[in-house]
């Protein structure tokens, strides 16, 4: 099973930038979708973003036009590129895929990213 550690979180000003990263323990060219979700206090978990094998992402609306999601095969990574931050955008992010073969869903240990001035 492929573990995932996600990284590049922080704090930033609205209106700033951040990169979040996960990284794969193992091969994710295998993996058909891969996905960001965030979780605020007191509220479920969100998706945020996904990208396909094939690289076709899909975005929530709220985020979309501010987030890019990308996915690097060869070097076993996924990205999410956040520009325009909201201080409603404060979440921990987490990494995301589902494992057909054993059926769980892996969940990486998530970022923290606060948008405040």
């Known amino acids: 099973q492929v573990q995932l550690v996600e990284s590049g979180g922080g704090l930033v000003q609205p209106g700033g930038s951040l990169r979040l990263s996960c990284a794969a323990s193992?091969?994710?060219?295998?993996?058909?979708?891969m996905d960001w979700y965030r979780q605020a206090p007191g509220q479920e978990r969100e998706l945020v973003a996904s990208i396909t094998s094939s690289g076709i992402p899909h975005y929530t609306d709220s985020v979309k036009g501010r987030c890019t999601i990308s996915r690097d095969n060869a070097k076993n990574t996924v990205n999410l590129q956040m520009n325009g931050l909201k201080p409603e955008d404060t979440a921990v992010y987490y990494c995301?895929?589902?494992?057909?073969?054993?059926?769980?869903?892996?969940w990486g240990q998530g970022t923290q990213v606060t948008v405040s001035s």
């Open positions: 995301h895929y589902y494992d057909v073969g054993v059926r769980i869903h892996v």
């Open positions: 193992g091969s994710i060219f295998s993996i058909n979708t």
